[in-house]
């Protein structure tokens, strides 16, 4: 009787371990950053689930970690991600070094055309050498850097009145950066309902990619170019052109002039913080937080409107969002390719935009009834129309890291000048581009 | 019984072979097996990654690029280094966060010591108090430090204020007060553990020789200057040694404070060595700035455990 128990009970362990080892044969890992979008995508994904029976596991690592985790997890081959949401710039490593498989066989197979996305989201997410019809992603979140303002402040006639007998036009909408500089100074230090405000929340973090980010949204406006010509990597004359000696001179004026104190190492989180607070009248920051914006208790609704990121010399932007890539060391490359299969869709492409998500398909995008889907929504579509990226060279990290320090250490610390800030940047780039062979 | 009886004898059988064996080996050959294992675990895990980093010092290696032919490329790593005027200002970084933290941390740490050592009432209680910043997590106290220096909300700028009515100071974000603030909150935290090891030295200190110099009439500042300090000086130097070795490779307290800013006023010789060699995958250029840091300390640390020894005898 006793060892009918027990061989009962080793059968029954057995099997329990054999469904479990089969369920977790059924399942992949997603990685990405923890933030809004990424809630959205673990909603969307249950209907995957529902419809495949694969289940979905994700690894979402905060930003401030994102590039460290998931960039060594690639170098060493790791097996954690089956599917990978990168970042724009890291396109050109993962094709290079082997991380991200080529989806251009898959994608003819499954009848999935580049076609039917934004070019310049296929442009930038996808493609590699850039430009090229050698695919390593399926564009999965558009994204630019935007602007946040106060709407309520920006309505009221007390401020109105003070602002046109100040600058003499409406407080509105800034349409280039002179005028945005002027509303960040109305704003800084006024005193709205009893408390001290300030201008604007602009990005000034050092550790990872904030303060490049926010710099470049200020240059390419300006007219910043990384190269002469592209792929000549001849960037004397381009990086450190007046335009861009100008660019970067206004975005220091703009942080010395207009940001809240202590706002010296700030990047997505620290704006939020800095706006939702009640602290500054405007902020930039990426689309992607927009929809969390509309939504929020305090500042969602009227009291918040958006704008895209205003032109100068050029309407431009600086460019967010990732693409979707099957990671070339996962074990489930099938079943990862088959959530891209699912993704393409147009019908999870239009829910993918309700939940919150940015798709980059044209169905979506291209729908006459797109921007009256959400406030953002037509800024959105502007933004993507002018985007501009950073290097995507598989060595991007380091050019990052060298443009980080260059201009971080004249915006925020004034040390020397635009022009030497730019001028040693060019000299950092040269190096490393003699190092990877491609000086 | 009979069973415990026979394993016995088969224990003592077993251990007079190895002892008959061991009988006939010198002192030096038994030295050596114990010993060994622990000198091939050291080779292992210290020399062999050490002499592998100096060959790396020598070439163009990318830990990120496997694929990639590795070349010799003789000194230019080295010479990159000691040409450019950005390492020369981490060094300088470096250094004036040493000299200044340790500066603060022996003057306070020796005279919290000199207090606790009165035995007053309470002693106890506010010696577990004054050790409980450095108990915590640097990453921890890095944190929660950004908040107290919020120059807007935060209390360190309102005290100063209030105080000295100098407005809100923005300790992280200026140039000039950046590397204070990392100054500040490392002496904070670890000047606890210079008073520990002053208070073992003070305790350390027989009575009578205090006895001696109040009959040879010796006034409180010789007493300190003839019997307490060089009763004490060696505990000191060993706390200076410790804490000059930790603060020389400081990373995660300044990382979670100002990550190295503003600009790259408070970025030390390790954070640069960290971005370079795990940010910007140059390992080649990377080892040769850790071997130069490695020379550093060893030669400096080198020099001081002498100055120590000579201390001592």
């Known amino acids: ?439 | 019984m009979p069973d415990e009886a026979q394993r016995a004898r088969r224990a003592l059988t077993v251990s007079n072979r190895i002892a008959s064996k061991l009988r006939g080996l010198s002192d030096t050959a038994i030295a050596w097996i114990f010993i060994g294992p622990t000198i091939l675990l050291l080779l292992a895990i210290n020399i062999f990654p050490l002499l592998w980093t100096i060959y790396l010092s020598f070439t163009n290696y990318r830990a990120n690029q496997p694929g990639r032919p590795v070349r010799w490329i003789g000194t230019r790593n080295y010479e990159r280094l000691l040409g450019s005027e950005d390492i020369w200002g981490y060094l300088q970084a470096t250094a004036h966060f040493v000299i200044w933290t340790m500066i603060f941390q022996i003057v306070i740490g020796f005279g919290l010591a000199l207090l606790i050592n009165r035995n007053f009432r309470g002693a106890s209680f506010w010696t577990t108090i004054i050790l409980i910043p450095m108990m915590l997590s640097p990453a921890v106290v890095g944190t929660f430090w950004t908040y107290i220096y919020q120059p807007q909300t935060g209390i360190f700028s309102y005290i100063v204020d209030f105080f000295a009515g100098t407005g809100a100071l923005d300790m992280i974000g200026s140039v000039a007060l950046a590397p204070w603030s990392i100054i500040i909150v490392d002496t904070w935290m670890w000047t606890p553990y210079i008073m520990l090891l002053c208070l073992a030295g003070l305790r350390s200190i027989p009575d009578y020789l205090y006895e001696a110099a109040e009959i040879d009439r010796a006034n409180a500042l010789q007493r300190f200057w003839y019997i307490t300090l060089p009763r004490v000086l060696p505990f000191l130097m060993l706390a200076v040694l410790f804490r000059g070795i930790e603060n020389f490779k400081m990373f995660d307290l300044v990382v979670e404070l100002t990550s190295g800013g503003p600009g790259s006023t408070t970025e030390l010789a390790s954070i640069n060595l960290k971005r370079e060699a795990f940010e910007k995958w140059r390992t080649g250029y990377s080892s040769a700035f850790a071997i130069i840091l490695f020379v550093t300390i060893f030669g400096l640390g080198n020099i001081y455990v002498k100055v120590l020894n000579k201390v001592k005898s």
């Not at chain 1, 909603?43 to 979402?60: P, Q």
């Not at chain 1, 980010?213 to 792929?231: D, Q, R």
């Not at chain 1, 393409?344 to 935009?353: E, I, L, R, T």
Request: with cysteine; proline share 4%.
């Open chain 1, 1 to 439: 009787m006793r060892a009918k128990k027990l061989t009962a009970v080793a059968g029954g362990a057995f099997l329990a371990a054999m469904s479990g080892a089969q369920a977790q044969d059924s399942e992949i890992t997603l990685c990405w950053a923890a933030w809004d979008p990424a809630n959205a995508l673990v909603e969307l994904s249950k209907d995957f689930t529902a419809s495949t029976g694969i289940g979905m596991n994700f690894e979402f690592v905060p930003w401030t970690n994102f590039a460290d985790r998931f960039l060594n997890e690639l170098n060493s081959g790791g097996k954690l991600c089956d599917l990978m949401i990168g970042d724009s710039q890291w396109i050109g490593g993962g094709a290079t070094y082997g991380h991200y498989v080529q989806l251009n066989e898959f994608f003819d197979q499954e009848g999935i055309s580049m076609d039917d996305f934004l070019p310049a989201t296929v442009y930038a997410y996808s493609t590699w050498p850039k430009g090229t019809p050698n695919y390593y992603a399926l564009p999965a979140m558009g994204d630019a850097l935007g602007w946040v303002y106060r709407k309520d402040w920006f309505s009221r006639p007390e401020l109105r009145e003070a602002f046109k007998a100040e600058y003499g036009r409406d407080l509105g909408v800034p349409s280039n950066w002179q005028e945005l500089k002027e509303t960040a100074t109305f704003f800084q230090g006024r005193e709205i309902d009893g408390e001290t405000r300030y201008g604007a929340a602009i990005y000034t973090e050092r550790g990872s990619e904030g303060i490049t980010m926010g710099v470049t949204a200020a240059l390419y406006p300006w007219g910043f170019k990384y190269e002469n010509a592209p792929g000549s990597y001849d960037m004397e004359g381009a990086v450190n052109s007046a335009a861009s000696v100008e660019g970067l001179e206004f975005y220091k004026s703009l942080y010395d002039c207009c940001s809240p104190p202590g706002h010296s190492d700030a990047y997505m989180v620290a704006n939020l913080d800095a706006y939702k607070s009640g602290q500054v009248a405007m902020q930039m920051n990426w689309f992607a937080f927009f929809p969390g914006i509309a939504k929020d208790e305090v500042v969602g609704g009227d009291v918040s409107g958006f704008f895209v990121n205003p032109g100068q010399n050029i309407e431009a932007s600086t460019l967010g969002g990732q693409g979707i890539s099957v990671v070339a060391y996962s074990d489930k490359k099938d079943l990862a390719l088959e959530y891209l299969k699912w993704f393409a869709q147009p019908d999870v492409q239009a829910k993918w935009w309700a939940l919150g998500g940015y798709s980059c398909h044209q169905s979506v995008l291209g729908d006459p009834g797109f921007a009256e889907t959400a406030p953002f929504a037509a800024d959105f579509l502007k933004a993507m129309s002018g985007v501009q990226d950073f290097w995507q060279e598989p060595i991007y990290a380091e050019l990052l890291l060298a443009m980080q320090q260059r201009v971080h250490d004249y915006v925020v610390a004034g040390k020397g000048t635009a022009q030497e800030a730019l001028d040693k940047l060019i000299e950092d780039w040269t190096i490393s581009f003699e190092d990877d062979g491609k000086l």
